[in-house]
């Protein structure tokens, strides 16, 4: 207690001694420091599992706690999150290998750790699910404000509005799923159809000021290759990245996705539009699953337990306009299990985000990427998007597609004879245009034309060709 009083008084009274921010930083790490702490003790571990005594009525539910492991550990600290209660005891789950612990072993805990302080220095860093820096630079800088890595989403009335459209550099998704700045959409498709190579495309080319990505539950191999080629140099200064491979705890791939909202938030503040790209939502909702499991909830819905769906929409509401200047546009991708749109994960991301983009699987065999199937795929800020005579372009080449994919088994087997309808045959010779516009290579530049110009050319001087409604337009 003397030194920590006396370290008080060096920052109160000479300050002349330090430099300003040093002084500030350590001044407010040290308000943090309470007066007295309490020290319970380890009793059982099963798993990643721990169980402890000494604690009641001084830790809460998502409390963070501070444990020392010996003998194998190598006395090193092991940080682990109250997530229940039995009698006497608190349930906490490591974020770490609990290797080495041992009953008996000090159990304190640790508020701040639930707290971070984002910096405008972060940019064009890697961080891990503790906010500590992964690609062997210097420490962060810590910004003076602390926010909680799970405070809740603004309030609905306190937001402004979404605002214009924000460009994302693909054609598919500019021209028939047009994002505004502050929207949430998700990208849906099964394994291998393409989900991260479309994200990796939107960070290279989108308009925003600061991107955030959150790689949680990904495959490892993927990271260097995403962070080296894929974002560039250009897109790499502009973006803060936090990962939380596969292998990870999965504390830390819960914490991971909260860590990227959380960063977003910070920029959002400082007037940013900011683009959050999270991948994936689905990894983040099986690390939940784990969790609540472990902590002893029943399973509900194809194994999840149902606190897994109460916690989803309070991660996406996150993301959306401020009350300021400022405003996070959401992308997140949902792997969707066996290629069921209706699968509970997927439904309940759906019904909260704010738009849509299927990837199809038959398209992608087919050699079209992005596999962006445009008749499924839908944004909820489209009217607000488009100007009268972009609205009218979209309407009708949809209602083209829709018309071939009605038509598309006779067409392929010969059975359509060309001319007996002048809608259908206007459908066959529109497809072909508007496949090769929405065609559109990994490493492809976005051409300086505008899209719906090239849309309109895509569909030439058919205005008096009339085209019925069809199903799905």
């Known amino acids: 207690m003397e030194g920590v009083k ?17 002084a500030e930083q350590l001044a407010g790490r040290l308000a943090t420091i309470p007066p007295w ?3 319970g003790t380890v009793r059982r571990c099963t798993g990643q599992l721990v169980s402890a005594a000494g604690l009641r009525g001084v830790v809460g539910l998502g409390d963070v706690c501070s444990v020392v492991q010996g003998g194998g550990g190598g006395g090193r600290e092991l940080l682990a999150e109250v997530v229940g209660f039995d009698e006497d005891e608190v349930r906490l789950l490591a974020y770490d290998d609990p290797v080495g612990l041992s009953a008996g072993a000090p159990v304190v805990l640790d ?3 639930q707290l971070v302080r984002p910096h405008e220095s972060w940019r064009g860093r890697v961080l891990d699910a503790m906010a500590e820096p992964v690609d062997g630079g210097r420490p962060l800088a810590a910004g003076a404000r602390p926010y909680a890595l799970r405070a809740r989403p603004i309030p609905a009335q306190a937001r402004r509005l979404m605002g214009e459209r924000l460009r994302l550099g693909v054609r598919a998704l500019d021209l028939f799923v047009p994002c505004c700045r502050g929207q949430r959409l998700g990208i849906f498709a099964g394994s291998g159809v393409g989900k991260s190579s479309l994200l990796s495309m939107i960070a290279r080319h989108s308009e925003a000021d600061v991107m955030v990505i959150g790689l949680v539950g990904e495959r490892g191999r993927e990271l260097n290759e995403f962070l080296h080629h894929t974002l560039g140099a250009e ?5 803060v990245v936090v990962v939380a491979t596969s292998d990870a705890p999965p504390m830390m791939r819960r914490r991971a996705a909260y860590l990227t909202l959380t960063i977003a938030e910070y920029f ?12 994936s939502v689905t990894r983040f909702a099986m690390a939940l699953r784990e969790i609540y499991l472990t902590a002893g909830e029943l399973p509900a819905s194809r194994g999840y337990p149902p606190s897994v769906f109460a916690e989803l929409p309070r991660l996406l509401e996150r993301a959306g306009p401020g009350p300021g200047e400022g405003a996070v546009t959401g992308l997140f991708t949902v792997l969707v299990e066996g290629d069921d749109l209706n699968e509970p994960v997927t439904d309940t991301v759906r019904s909260v985000l704010d738009g849509h983009v299927v990837l199809d699987r ?5 050699g079209r990427f992005p596999a962006v199937d445009v008749l499924k795929s839908i944004s909820r800020a489209a009217p607000a998007c488009y100007a009268p005579e972009e609205a009218a372009a979209i309407a009708r080449a949809r209602r083209l597609l829709a018309l071939y ?3 598309a088994e006779l067409i392929e087997l010969g059975a359509y004879r060309p001319g007996s309808n002048p809608a259908v045959d206007e459908a066959i010779a529109a497809r072909e245009a508007i496949e090769t516009l929405l065609r559109q290579d990994l490493g492809e530049e976005p051409a300086d034309v505008d899209p719906f110009a090239l849309l309109t050319a895509a569909l030439g001087d058919r205005e008096g060709a009339a085209v019925p409604e069809a199903a799905g337009a």
Do not use: F, K, T, Y
């Not at 109160?12 to 001694?17: K, L, P, V, Y």
């Not at 038959?362 to 087919?366: M, Y």
């Open 6 to 22: 006396h370290a008080r008084e060096l920052c109160a009274g000479h300050d002349s001694h330090l430099p300003g921010i040093l």
């Open 111 to 113: 508020r701040d750790r």
């Open 37 to 39: 702490r309490v020290v």
């Open 235 to 239: 897109g790499r200064a502009r973006s």
């Open 405 to 407: 994919n009605d038509m």
């Open 362 to 366: 038959r398209i992608a065999e087919r």
């Open 268 to 279: 959002r503040d400082r007037g940013a539009q900011v683009l959050c790209l999270l991948d």
